[in-house]
């Protein structure tokens, strides 16, 4: 059974620029959500998706925006990329949902912006 | 809002030893899920152990248990017979039930298990 994929692995842009993120969950999992990794805030929730629809989303600003497909590969966007967007982006699949329980994780999307 | 302390940001413990990682949390629901998670250095966070906070016993998965109390608001973690393997930043967090919950989750123990 595979696991949750992010891709890419690692990725470097420009500030200024934009950058989208994938998930690929479990398959039969329907939930996806993001959480952003830094040394700083640590483990911060960015949004969850269910069924398409955003469910859920955290204390960020308008530039994070997301999405689901039918088939529940989600993608997360970042426009305008700043140098704090630096981080770890985490995604994370359940079969309902939230997380109440418990979350399957990628191994995320180290994200570096120069 | 949600809450969650770790005050143990480094730990080590020597091979087939015990260690106790603790977490203490706040909230003001009454049911509500707790995690241990561990992220190796392969970056993927993996699921230790969960306990329902309407469970008074305390929940148990191999050699990996935990201490709740939940008056105290406490939510340890014993890992028995420590191996290699377990070294790994450790996460405690929280969630509240119904759906579209997310995790909230405190700041990591760093453990080291050494030979």
């Known amino acids: 059974k595979a696991g949750v994929t992010q891709t890419p692995r690692y990725l470097i842009k420009t500030r200024g620029q934009q950058v989208t993120l994938s998930c690929s969950p479990i398959?039969?999992?329907?939930?996806v959500s993001w959480y952003q990794q830094t040394p700083g805030q640590g483990l911060q929730f960015l949004f969850e998706?269910?069924?398409?629809?955003?469910?859920n989303k955290g204390n960020f600003p308008g530039r994070f925006s997301g999405r689901q497909f039918s088939n529940s590969r989600s993608e997360m966007n970042v426009s305008t990329l700043e140098l704090g967007d630096s981080a770890l982006y985490l995604c994370?699949?359940?079969?309902?949902?939230?997380?109440?329980?418990?979350?399957?994780f990628g191994s995320g999307t180290r994200l570096t912006v120069v | 809002a949600q809450t969650v302390t770790q005050s143990q940001p480094e730990m080590s413990v020597q091979e087939a030893e015990t260690v106790t990682l603790s977490c203490t949390y706040d909230t003001s629901e009454n049911n509500y899920y707790l995690f241990w998670y561990k992220q190796p250095p392969s970056r993927q966070m993996i699921l230790v152990i969960r306990?329902?906070?309407?469970?008074?016993q305390n929940a148990t998965e191999n050699r990996f248990s935990v201490n709740f109390q939940k008056a105290a608001k406490s939510f340890s973690l014993k890992i028995s017979d420590s191996q290699l393997g377990d070294t790994a930043m450790y996460f405690c967090?929280?969630?509240?039930?119904?759906?579209?919950?997310?995790?909230?989750f405190g700041t990591g123990t760093q453990l080291k298990v050494e030979l």
């Open positions: 306990q329902e906070a309407y469970k008074q």
């Open positions: 398959s039969g999992h329907r939930s």
């Open positions: 994370a699949s359940s079969l309902a949902q939230g997380a109440d329980y418990g979350y399957t």
């Open positions: 967090a929280t969630t509240t039930p119904g759906g579209g919950n997310k995790l909230t």
């Open positions: 998706y269910f069924s398409e629809t955003q469910r």
